[in-house]
DNA sequence: CGATAATCACTACACCCGTTGTGATTGGAG
DNA sequence: CTCCAATCACAACGGGTGTAGTGATTATCG
């Protein structure tokens, strides 16, 4: 019989809504299962503890967050541009906010991670990747500077959206605004208005 | 008998500390008790139910993030300018970077208060207020914008003590240099390089 | 000084969780 | 078709957790 990587996988994503919907207290084997729908011990068998199950969720995470290809294609044909970052970056925003869940469940594993090494590990390798997808894109998008410019990107940005899916502090502004305005500020060569 | 306040500040505390270091779920009235070196079901005796943990944990956060007053009435002293901002948050950073247990503590809650309701309440009254002091200075500096400038800064600095408390994407940057192209682009009327 | 009320240490209970084990079921290889 | 190995559903247990309750203690006030 093989292995059920189906099964799996809706399973991790019960357990990411979990996570999302109730907090790292609430991620239980039978707390999977309900959101699931399976036979209460369906959890426990694909993951065998809950370490392996936190591990699971971080891997699942990872399939559902790296960069679509064809959004990614489609955006690399186009002519290398400040304008065209703006896109790329706003395209991260929406996604992210729409799968409010996947997003929400992400920063709980960020914080679990800051707490457990294998975590941290399975973690690591995750951000470097789209780190570096990111720096890429950046400098074939011909863009001035690199690394350090796409990291002040990436704090801004996941600190927008943890304001965006918490309690925010400027829910009227609009999201996309502020995006503009980040991408302004913070790529060199921007108007100084 | 007068209701014992400094033991409740040193639980609360304590409690923080547990709530960085083993996350949400090892929150529980025993471990902290163990952390406060009390005896078992003194926490349980300050703070009758779990939700009234962490709703003391929250208001103990409120007590210890409002900024030292000295060192707010030291910086309003001085000239008003770009540079003063700068150390306006540079301060703050090196704040909350030295407090990780505080600052962790506090992604964790805010986390929690997407979820809680009652949490989002003191979370929200928090928040605005840190806001509305920070656009307040930022004004009294003389620089140009407002309340969006200054959300800006929130998001940015936000995701950047995220990434040095926890698995970061870029450690080898230093903390001060963020902050400082952070001002340089932020702020209306830098140069752009 | 005595009355009073809250703190404090400790106990008890019901509940839920992680983990392990055990047959029944199932689908594919020989 | 037959056998085999993995999946699956389910049960059980040891441990920990939230919560409530109970006297003893102690500080404060009339």
């Known amino acids: 019989m093989a292995r059920n990587e189906t099964r799996r996988r809706e399973l991790a994503d019960a357990g990411l809504r979990v996570l999302a919907r109730d907090g790292a207290r609430g991620l239980t084997h039978r707390a999977v299962d309900g959101e699931a729908g399976t036979p209460v011990g369906t959890a426990s068998n694909y993951f065998r503890s809950r370490d392996a199950l936190v591990r699971g969720l971080v891997e699942r995470i990872y399939e559902r967050l790296t960069p679509d290809p064809e959004v990614h294609a489609e955006l690399a044909a186009r002519t290398p ?55 890429a894109f950046y400098l074939a998008a011909g863009l001035p500077g690199g690394a350090f410019e796409v990291a002040l990107f990436h704090y801004a940005i996941d600190g927008l959206l943890l304001d965006r899916l918490t309690t925010s502090i400027d829910p009227d ?5 502020v995006v503009d305005a980040l991408v302004e500020g913070l790529l060199p060569g921007g108007s100084t208005a």
């Open 173 to 177: 502004t609009s999201t996309d605004a």
């Open 81 to 135: 541009s400040r304008a065209l970052f703006a896109d790329y970056v706003r395209d991260i925003v929406t996604r992210l906010t729409a799968e409010r869940d996947t997003t929400i469940a992400l920063f709980e594993l960020r914080l679990e991670a800051a707490r457990r090494p294998e975590v941290a590990e399975v973690m690591t390798a995750f951000q470097r990747e789209s780190f570096a997808g990111d720096v």
